[in-house]
């Protein structure tokens, strides 16, 4: 198991900026992918931007240039997503997702809200 705690949700205005974090814990060796998935009411959940294990990043176009994902490269088991001229849009909540050998863990999401 991998359990996974999410941080740093919350309310924003428009224009504004939240820092996600992602702590893994458990058997965390061996963990090839973290990332960011978020689902807002009544759609499908969806990619924000994952980062594997060499530290390259991929990002959902609708993000890509606001939203930076990262690696803590003392631990490498916690990832952030900083997200910067937010949009209402955005608003969802937030997964963070781990990927080891085959198998995925999410955690259990944190609201993000952008108000306009």
């Known amino acids: 198991q991998v359990p996974l705690v999410e941080s740093g949700g919350g309310l924003v205005q428009a224009g504004g900026s939240l820092r996600l974090s992602c702590a893994a814990s458990?058997?965390?060796?061996?963990?090839?992918?973290m990332g960011w998935y978020r689902q807002a009411p009544g759609k499908q959940r969806e990619l924000v931007a994952t980062i594997i294990s060499n530290g390259i990043a991929n990002y959902a176009g609708s993000v890509k240039g606001r939203f930076t994902i990262s690696r803590d490269n003392a631990t490498t088991n916690t990832v952030y997503l900083q997200m910067n001229s937010l949009k209402p849009e955005d608003t969802a909540v937030y997964y963070c997702?781990?990927?080891?050998?085959?198998?995925?863990?999410w955690g259990q999401g944190t609201q993000v809200t952008v108000s306009s």
């Open positions: 458990g058997s965390i060796f061996s963990i090839n992918r």
């Open positions: 997702n781990a990927l080891r050998g085959i198998v995925e863990y």
